[in-house]
């Protein structure tokens, strides 16, 4: 039996290498980490995909594969097709990030593998999670009474939310059917996404008329909730955006939560893409009333600049988050007393749908403190500032017509050529800023037309980018209009 175990061993010891093999692979990832960035302003921000799947030909076997020959296969199966979220060029979506301390941090995490879920296991972890949700908490200026959670990205976070607000409510079985949620067509279809998983999909759901800036209609919303309750429903829940992904249209927030207040709404508010403009004063005049939302979702990997995979919800009865999430199993009984909703809280998992869960603070808290709070307020700034630089010089070409001027970084806009359909027309000019590839933006429907848009928000998008942009729109459009 020893000499079993000794065999196995001997096999088993290669999952850990030794540290000339560490540091030899850790190399080889810097430099083709650094390279790749090296590259990036001459990288497509598109290439289109070809289809092929190399992975197919190469399956995971028994045998190992040395590490140059893997980043050569990764580069080429995976870097080097479809959209690049790393560049200043992508301003197509919402965009996304990829600060370089995140990635650090999330190689520390790795290694560390420091158990954030639960206090008991990782205190500091636990700690330095807990404390970037608190700095979010005081930015959106919630009291400290309020709790909330880092998670994988803004969808989870609706979820989150929107199961506090029907526990906190007490929508159940019996009144699922006569409560109305209240929503605009604007809403992100996360928000449907997460009624459906929470077992709420059979809600009323009432589609709030907007006003000629996609903004919710707050005199209809009040004319809905009332005629709801006339007719013996239970008005439940309202949902805002602060920052629509179509057109970055922020709603009215002070206004909706005066009528959330007088009606006993939850006021939900949708801040993921728009939430972090707090970090500037342009933004902040924009959000104003923010911290009027019984719940707040915002996505760190986006205005943050963080790598996919980390977004935030926050509740300010921080309580009502802790109800819903805070379980108990005899197995657990070393960590932690029965848990009782009313205590402060020190586990994330008491908080959060998950219970393991990676360890996220690393990859927002390195960034956040090398750079300090400066260059990111600096970046959100000037992401509004070429956002409405944008709209003031493609409004000075001829036949682009343009769309409101931005709340926040996303403008729409159309080309209206001088034969043939206008919808065809844009779908073609899209396509052809596709096949250029140099920069990446996309397009959606607004009122039924097919409308072109642009969002920034990469901490490495500047005016130049911008520039490329309006010349390339302009050049394209001229080529395709005859
Ligand atoms: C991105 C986004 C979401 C969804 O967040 P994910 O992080 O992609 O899950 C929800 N709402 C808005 C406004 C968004 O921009």
Redesign the pocket.
């Known amino acids: 039996m020893l000499k079993k175990i000794d065999q196995l061993e001997r096999l088993s010891r290669l999952l850990d290498p030794g540290p000339a093999e560490c540091n030899d692979l850790f190399e080889q990832a810097g430099r083709y980490a650094l390279a790749t960035l090296e590259r990036l302003p001459d990288t497509p921000t598109y290439q289109p995909d070809d289809g092929r799947n190399g992975f197919r030909e190469a399956p995971i076997a028994d045998e190992p594969v040395d590490m140059a020959e893997l980043l050569a296969f990764f580069r080429s199966e995976v870097d080097t097709t479809g959209i690049l979220p790393a560049s200043g060029g992508q301003m197509g979506y919402?965009p996304g990030g990829g600060l370089f301390p995140s990635a650090i941090g999330d190689f520390l995490a790795g290694i560390t593998n420091r158990y954030s879920g639960v206090s008991f296991a990782g205190p500091g972890a636990a700690r330095m999670e807990l404390s970037l949700v608190d700095w979010m908490r005081a930015l959106v200026g919630y009291p400290e009474t309020a709790a909330g959670d880092l998670t994988s990205?803004?969808?989870i976070a609706?979820l989150s939310a929107l199961v506090t607000a029907r526990d906190a409510c007490g929508i159940d079985f019996a009144t699922i059917p006569r409560a109305c949620v209240y929503l605009t067509d604007q809403a992100?279809h996360?928000v449907g996404k997460a009624l459906h998983v929470a077992g709420l999909k059979d809600v009323q759901q009432r589609k709030v008329p907007m006003d000629d800036r996609f903004r919710m209609d707050v005199a209809a919303l009040e004319a809905l909730v009332n005629s709801d309750r006339e007719q013996g429903l239970k008005p439940w829940l309202v949902i805002a955006?602060a920052?629509?992904?179509d057109t970055g249209a922020v709603d009215p927030l002070t206004a909706v939560a005066s009528i959330a207040r007088q009606q006993d709404l939850w006021f939900h508010l949708?801040a993921?893409?728009g939430g972090f403009f707090l970090l500037c004063e342009e933004g902040r005049d924009v959000l104003d009333g923010i911290d009027s939302a019984d719940s707040i979702v915002m996505?760190p990997?986006?205005g943050l600049g963080l790598p996919y995979g980390t977004?935030a919800v926050l509740v300010k009865n921080g309580g009502l988050l802790a109800r819903s999430n805070a379980y108990y199993a005899d197995y657990m009984q070393d960590a932690k007393p029965v848990f009782t909703a009313d205590e402060t809280w020190d586990s994330p998992a008491d908080l959060s749908l998950e219970l393991t869960r990676p360890f996220r603070g690393p990859r927002m808290w390195f960034p956040l403190k090398l750079f300090g709070l400066r260059p990111f307020r600096a970046s959100l700034a000037e992401k509004i500032w070429l956002a409405r630089y944008f709209h003031q010089e493609l409004g000075k070409l001829e036949r682009f017509e343009t769309g409101p001027y931005p709340d926040l970084s996303i403008v729409t806009f159309r080309y209206l050529p001088q034969n043939g359909d206008i919808d065809d027309f844009n779908k073609r000019l899209v396509e052809s800023v596709h096949r250029d590839g140099k920069v990446f933006i996309t397009s959606t429907r607004i009122n039924g037309r097919f409308t072109l848009r642009l969002a920034v928000l990469n901490f490495r998008t500047h005016r130049a980018t911008v520039d490329y942009l309006l010349q390339l729109l302009q050049q394209k459009a001229n080529e395709l209009d005859y």
């Open positions: 919402i990205g803004g969808s609706t992100h996360c955006s920052g629509t992904t949708d993921a893409y996505d990997h986006k977004g």
